[in-house]
């Protein structure tokens, strides 16, 4: 089990090394390969969640920006378990500074295949040239203005 969990890593990594060489021709867009971490509403991190990804920022003409993204999640470097946190975000522009909202959802890697229902991931953060700063809340549809998820990333652009 755990030479599975292992072999789909890095099979992800490799595929999100490859991929943004591919993408960068299709016009307004940057590439960021991230990484960071994600804590409940307690905010003692335990158990330590860290995340890893990729985000693509396509610039929409004007103040929009839509950013998808793909992250691993792995719980205190345990490959036993890993979920896989697909995103699709809108967000504003105002100079550096950008802040939007959108959808998310855990697919939970293994046997069986589970993944739990969509959720709400409302974001904010910073960019400079080769860098994207950013905090984030994940908030389940079903208790919404309620946190259960907040989290952090560090993105390097190129």
């Known amino acids: 089990m755990k030479r599975r969990n292992l072999l789909v890593l890095v099979s992800i990594i490799l595929i999100l090394i490859i991929m943004p060489g591919r993408v960068s021709a299709i016009g307004p867009l940057d590439v960021y390969i991230q990484g960071g971490a994600m804590t409940d509403d307690s905010l003692k991190f335990s158990p330590f969640l860290w995340t890893a990804g990729i985000n693509l920022d396509f610039k929409t003409?004007?103040?929009?920006?839509?950013?998808?993204?793909?992250?691993?999640?792995?719980?205190?470097?345990?490959?036993?378990?890993?979920?896989?946190?697909?995103a699709i975000i809108v967000n504003f522009r105002f100079a550096n500074l950008f802040a939007g909202a959108g959808l998310t959802k855990f697919f939970e890697l293994g046997n069986p295949f589970e993944f739990n229902k969509f959720s709400l991931k409302v974001n904010a953060g910073i960019k400079i040239p080769g860098l994207r700063l950013r905090a984030y809340m994940i908030i389940p549809f079903d208790e919404l203005f309620k946190p259960v998820i907040y989290g952090g990333t560090i993105g390097f652009g190129f």
């Open 61 to 86: 003409g004007g103040m929009l920006m839509l950013s998808p993204e793909l992250n691993i999640v792995i719980s205190e470097l345990d490959f036993d378990y890993i979920l896989l946190e697909p």
